[in-house]
């Protein structure tokens, strides 16, 4: 958004300055001075009255000064202004030859007039251009429209981009729900008319969640009653009774998940510090006394905001696919900066790479015949990853050289009131 913002003021001071300093160079052209012909023409006159009185004239005080030299006055020919001024002459009856010359870092021109005896009269030519220091004028005039127009373009840039930034923020607060926060109807009609779009937009995304959720809890519930008669009838079977009742008993697993799932989704914990070492400790006691292979390698004591019930139960998933899945998993915490990091290490199969992107999806199986051979329902990870990003964390899977999985999660560090004190008695 500043991008844009930035370039709309850059646009805008960049148009103003331009059509004003295009007509500015226009008029300076334009109204600059006089043309060469009528410079010249009352210059004809003076020389040739001059000339004419010259022979016989007696001197007087009242004369007007003339300067007589052997030599015509320094400088440089100005070729355009010399022919013009020859031409006038030859007009006017005179046969003589003049030549207009300038000299560098001086202003105005000078006329050396070739006379009869070899001598040459010197006549200042009248300056009616505009000013030697017109580009610095025209610099400072250019430089006070910057200064008027910035003002300007910011202001209606930021009118033109107010519905974007509405926009921005708007999808900035999106909820772990994915619905929008109802933004205020006012302003601008452009602004009303985003503000409205989103809000509507944001009720269609609440309603279309709802009925997700209403759906998958009552297929969920639904399920519960047929898979119980099922389960009935499978008891007295005699052939394949095993098979019937394992594949009663995934049903089940997997109603049970999408219903958790919902609830994760749904119900949402108060969010308070959490001291992430003691809630491992905690979890890999239990898994400990549950016969899972769960060690710890090391844990920083490090706090993070959560939803303590949510997040035991996201790490409590995450620390039971690692120990299933890789035999054994170890676990360590640690403090890096402002970020506290979770690793969960196993020596198991892993996962392939062209499916690590697809691990975090509901129902998920590496195997792509759904084997049973380890209960779950595929759902252990979805909701893990749920929990994890509505309390602002995130989560990553790696393959370890060697074999096994890494599951790397991250949380914003939450600096408690020992480390705050602890800091302070250091700094001081």
Known sequence: MTSLRRRLIILLVVSILGVVGLATFVAVKVLGGPSPELTMGPLAHQIQYMVQLVPGHVPGSGDAPVTISDRPAPGFEDRKHTRVLNDMLRQNGLDV???????????????????????????????????????????????????????VSIYFTG??????????????????????????????????ATAHALNELSARLRTAMESRMRLVAAAGHDLRTPMTRMRLRAEFLEEDREKWLSDLDELDRIADSAIRLVREEVNQDAVEPVALDTLVRDIEVEMVSLGNAVTIDHLDHVSVKAGALGLRRALRNLIVNAATHGKNCTVSLSGQGNRAVLTIADRGPGIPPDLLNKAFEPFFRVDPARMQFIPGA?????????????????????????????????????????????????LL
């Not at 560098?104 to 050396?112: K, L, W």
């Not at 909820?175 to 602004?191: M, R």
């Not at 890494?406 to 949380?411: D, G, H, N, R």
């Open 378 to 426: 595929g759902l252990g990870l979805a909701i893990a990853k749920e929990i994890i990003e509505r309390y602002g964390g995130s989560i990553r899977l790696e393959n370890r050289p060697g074999g096994g999985l890494v599951q790397t999660i991250s949380f914003s560090r939450e600096k408690n009131t020992i480390e705050v004190c602890y800091n302070l008695c250091y």
């Open 97 to 151: 030859s003049a030549v207009v010359s300038r000299n560098a870092g001086q202003p105005g021109m000078v006329a050396s007039v070739a006379l009869p005896d070899h001598r040459f009269m010197i006549v200042n030519v009248p300056d009616l251009g505009p000013p030697r220091d017109v580009w610095y004028v025209f610099a400072g005039w250019m430089a006070l429209i910057v200064l008027g127009a910035t003002p």
């Open 159 to 192: 009118v033109l981009v107010r519905p974007l930034e509405m926009l921005e923020a708007a999808v900035s607060k999106i909820g772990s729900d994915g619905v929008l926060a109802t933004l205020p109807e006012k302003g601008p009609v452009e602004v009303r």
